[in-house]
T-cell receptor, first 113, second 115 residues
Framework: AQSVTQLGSHVSVSEGALVLLRCNYS??????LFWYVQYPNQGLQLLLK????ATLVKGINGFEAEFKKSETSFHLTKPSAHMSDAAEYFC???????????WGAGTKLIIKP | DAGVIQSPRHEVTEMGQEVTLRCKPI?????LFWYRQTMMRGLELLIY????????DSGMPEDRFSAKMPNASFSTLKIQPSEPRDSAVYFC?????????????FGPGTRLLVL
């Protein structure tokens, strides 16, 4: 079985600062990993996904994530935060042949002016 | 493409009433998922369909909840009778059935309040 842990239900950064949202996974087989973003009163939107190709994955809006097997991590980063990045971010995992996503609890990103 | 369409966007009802939520998946998508999102429990998968057939409904909280997919372009989630603890945002998502890792596309959600 797979599981996902997102460290920190809330993360606050200043505008222009580095964004780091943490995601650790557990899986007995090679995982596929996703980051989704949810803006207020909207549905979830895919930011990026890891599908066993390059370990550094680039997504939309300047975000990227690095798959580290040794650390079972898939942390999301952005070099410089914008006010428009304020949203909730979800990490999810699945494996080949499984159509369900296992979701983390979400991390709310707060951007300080 | 119009994306996943859900209706209504907001629903306020009284305890005991029947509630029907509707979803139109993206054309050509073979899988449809119903989720519920609350502050307490986060994002929960309720049920999902493949080619209009329910595959896993283990997430459906109780018999008051039922879901149908009469054709490839329409699905409903019904709650009868509704209770205040059903208040949540309900999302529908769809994806293609292809080899590899396909993305789930989410609708905007239905915000349900049961008084």
């Amino acid at each position: 079985a797979q599981s996902v842990t997102q460290l920190g239900s809330h993360v606050s950064v200043s505008e222009g600062a580095l964004v780091l949202l943490r995601c650790n996974y557990s899986s007995s087989v090679p995982p596929y990993l996703f980051w989704y973003v949810q803006y207020p009163n909207q549905g979830l939107q895919l930011l990026l996904k890891y599908t066993s190709a390059a370990t550094l994955v680039k997504g939309i809006n300047g975000f990227e994530a690095e798959f580290k097997k040794s650390e079972t991590s898939f942390h999301l980063t952005k070099p410089s935060a914008h006010m428009s990045d304020a949203a909730e971010y979800f990490c999810a995992v699945t494996v080949s042949g499984n159509y369900q996503l296992i979701w983390g609890a979400g991390t709310k990103l707060i951007i300080k002016p | 493409d119009a994306g996943v369409i859900q209706s209504p966007r907001h629903e306020v009802t009284e305890m005991g009433q029947e509630v029907t939520l509707r979803c139109k998946p993206i054309s050509g998508h073979d899988y449809l998922f119903w989720y519920r999102q609350t502050m307490m429990r986060g994002l929960e998968l309720l049920i999902y369909f493949n080619n209009n057939v329910p595959i896993d409904d283990s997430g459906m909280p109780e018999d008051r909840f039922s879901a149908k997919m009469p054709n490839a372009s329409f699905s409903t989630l019904k709650i009868q009778p509704s209770e205040p603890r059903d208040s949540a945002v309900y999302f529908c998502a769809s994806r293609k059935d292809r080899v590899g890792v396909e993305t789930q596309y989410f609708g905007p959600g239905t915000r349900l309040l049961v008084l």
